[in-house]
């Protein structure tokens, strides 16, 4: 009673359907261990979450996806199982009213199929040789390990006025039984709760360009990093303004021909962080909190060779190019994005 601890059982049952594309059926289960310490610490411990995806693909999924140069994407697309365990540790002081500048600290650390991968080693078992992996009844199974951390600094400038910085990473990697970490379970860009001038699913990896096309498949990636500034300010009874800054980008760590330009390296990757800013208003209601928000491109380096046809400017900058079709996104979400 005294550190508020309790069990947690799940079963989840979750269809998916996009049109044309695929339908994805999941089935999960788990079981974890939460409990706070002290007044702000708050730990979770996975002991085992397993998942089983089934995806039937389209016929028209296929003929685009079918090619040598998507055989390692198209893992993530077949059938697949996760047993995984993990744990996160959670520092937040923001409900302590009398505090005039609060702090958010998070990390949390996954990891998949080493038991699984032990038991098939030890067990002398044979993997498939179509591709070369350990099955589980038939099913190909996901080993890989993931990190991540996010930091949040809500600075009071006095009752009505707020300047909040954030910074959050991620690092996701494949081994042993994978050559890619599970869809449900890589990063991807842009967002309500990302660099908000671009639509989720729409960011990234690196400088590859999706020319346009909604191609969801191919913009998601192994490591994240995301910064962001926000200065909030309360207007008149329950709405509030905010104006941000955000920057940010997904990349891969290996390096995958159906994701040109994707692969993360020290030498590039500044180079390739996005940079977006804009408005937004909420309506805060005590128990939740309603946002509207409005993001714009300011850097997008999915234009890395795009040069004006005078060569007078670099079209990553779109200040001057503005196109407010596509250079400016609309968000809504519940609650602060950090």
């Known amino acids: 009673r005294r550190i508020d601890a309790s069990t947690e059982f799940k079963i989840g049952y979750n269809r998916q359907i996009r049109p044309n594309t695929y339908k994805r ?122 990190g991540e951390f996010d930091y949040s600094f809500n600075h009071e400038i006095d009752e ?11 690092l996701a990697y494949p081994y042993g039984n994978a050559d890619i970490v599970p869809f449900e379970k890589r990063f991807f860009g842009g967002g309500a709760n990302g660099v908000r001038g671009w639509s ?28 962001n500034m926000e200065y909030r300010t309360k207007l008149f009874w329950k709405i509030e303004a905010a104006a941000f800054v955000d920057a940010g980008n997904i990349w891969t760590i290996k390096e995958y021909e159906s994701q040109p330009g994707g692969r993360f390296s020290f030498e590039q990757f500044y180079k390739q962080i996005a940079l977006a800013y804009g408005l937004g208003l909420r309506f805060d209601f005590s128990y939740f909190l309603i946002r509207f928000d409005v993001g714009v491109k300011a850097y997008d380096p999915s234009r890395f060779n795009a040069i004006a046809k005078d060569g007078s400017r670099d079209e990553r900058w779109r200040f001057h190019g503005l196109n407010w079709s596509d250079d400016c996104t609309f968000h809504f979400a519940i609650g602060y994005p950090f």
């Open 25 to 146: 059926n999941s089935i999960s289960a788990g079981m974890k261990y939460m409990w706070n310490y002290r007044r702000n610490y708050r730990y979770t411990v996975d002991l085992i979450d397993i998942n089983y995806i089934d995806i039937t693909t389209s016929a028209r999924f296929d003929s685009i996806y079918s090619g040598d140069r998507y055989s390692v994407l198209r893992e993530s697309y077949s059938d697949h199982f996760i047993m995984s365990i993990g744990g996160s540790i959670i520092y937040n002081n923001q409900l302590q009213k009398t505090k005039k500048n609060k702090t958010l600290y998070k990390a949390s650390f996954e990891t998949a199929g080493n038991l699984l991968y032990g038991i098939s080693s030890i067990a002398n078992r044979s993997k498939n040789e179509m591709n070369g992996q350990y099955e589980v009844w038939g099913i190909p199974y996901s080993q890989y390990v993931k």
């Open 160 to 170: 009505k006025n707020h300047i909040v910085y954030h910074i959050g990473f991620g």
């Open 200 to 227: 989720v699913r729409t960011l990234g990896p690196g400088i590859y360009s999706s020319a346009g096309i909604n191609d969801f498949v191919k913009q998601t990636g192994d490591f994240k990093l995301l910064m």
